[in-house]
């Protein structure tokens, strides 16, 4: 088993939820959660890269979150209020993941406070990361925004298109060009 | 007791609760977290009505939040990290609340699964909010998200200013006027 998943889960609480889950492999542009769909599942990416995706009427996306190993991917909020999945997960490269039902998930939670506490903190950190994005689109402008993309995902420029990180940033690909010309000049 | 709280609170861990905080009466424009602030508290909205609110270098509003009666109020990332707020939290009606100390609420988490339940449910319900909010502002125009926020806040325009919803909706208040005139027309 993965050590990442180790890491924070003790061994006989990692065998209950292996024993529920199971071993999933997507290639790039295969979707985990389609908009539309109410999600059913989450995992855990042992590796491998996913965007979670936003797609407007006018066929533009919106990259709002870029998920690499050793995180949980979900569509949270539409899963545990059994509504459609407002995005999509994408895989963006070759990904290795472990795949939870939430029905047989949601067993654990009913009295078991471990499970409640690892998803607690996940939760938790999900909702720091949220908060930092929607302060750095209010407060930065897009030059500081790409300055902390690559400060906060050292790899990722090499990772994943420049399409996809003007995407996150909320500026067109353009504009990027630009920025990126100026920062190396 | 409220019976607000009585009503997701079984009386006896309300009165643990009660045990440990203390109500508190702000007025308008009192702050009950300061920016650069480490937060070391939160609170139950007894009555009234806050806002969350970025100011930017220029002196610049951003209201990320409202949060009228009978929700919890904190800067929840800074206080569980220990971390100065990035936000203000400021009353905008004469409010009552129950304020809660973070460390010795942060004792009843320990091993007492309600609490950590009860914790879950709000944070979830944040996240929810916040991923409905995000989805609003990528996604939607200005008018849209002015008139999904009348849906959502039936009475809130008769009790801000006209300058804080446009604050809220990441607009000018001269495209605010602009809207409400078509609208009305």
Known sequence: MNEALQSIIPPE????????????????????????????????????LFRYVYINNKGLEFTKGIIAEHQFISSYSAMISSKPSHFFIE??????ILQIPYDKWSVFLKDD??????????????????????????????????????????????RISQSIIASYLGIQPESLSRIRKKISS
């Open 13 to 48: 609480k990692l065998e209950e939820l292996v024993s529920i889950s199971r071993k999933i492999f997507l290639k790039p542009k295969e979707y985990f959660i389609r908009e539309g769909e109410v999600p059913k599942k989450f995992a855990f990416v042992f590796s491998g």
């Open 91 to 96: 895989a963006l490269e070759d990904s290795e």
């Open 113 to 158: 406070i471990f499970w409640v506490k690892l998803l607690l903190k996940s939760v938790e950190s999900g909702f720091i990361i949220k908060e930092k994005r929607e302060r750095d689109l209010l407060l930065l402008n897009a030059e500081t925004r790409y300055l902390n993309f690559l400060k906060d995902y050292p790899d990722m420029q090499h």
